[in-house]
């Protein structure tokens, strides 16, 4: 079964962003609302989980398992795009509007995930 280049697009952008938790970790921590205790670990287990969950999208026998874990993550990591939304400094000075419709694309990507379940 030849999966389409979308979903491999999707695997790489999870891949890509995942790698890129270890290589700037300090913009990643800055955004965890400090309700969140060890930020640092939360990083870690963030980044790990896009790079697994990116290649898991890519084996048509993981795939559905992949969607899933995708879509259960972009839940958890919405405290923190609404914690950039609600914070200046957390935020990094962009634009409010970006922000906000950034708080909107975690439910695009939501759905770009549920076409794979199936």
Do not use: C, D
Not at 103 to 110: A, C, N
């Amino acid at each position: 079964m030849i999966l389409p280049w979308h979903l491999y697009l999707m695997a790489l952008l999870y891949i890509l962003a995942g790698i890129n938790h270890f290589r700037k970790p300090g913009m990643y921590i800055k955004i965890i609302p400090p309700v969140f205790k060890n930020p640092k670990l939360i990083n870690i287990l963030s980044g790990a989980a896009e790079i697994i969950l990116g290649i898991l999208l890519t084996l048509p026998f993981t795939k559905s398992f992949a969607a899933w874990g995708i879509i259960a993550l972009l839940i958890a990591v919405f405290p923190a795009n609404l914690y950039m939304f609600q914070n200046k400094k957390a935020g990094f000075g962009l634009p409010r509007w970006i922000l906000f419709v950034r708080l909107h694309l975690q439910f695009v990507l939501i759905y770009w995930a549920y076409q794979y379940i199936f």
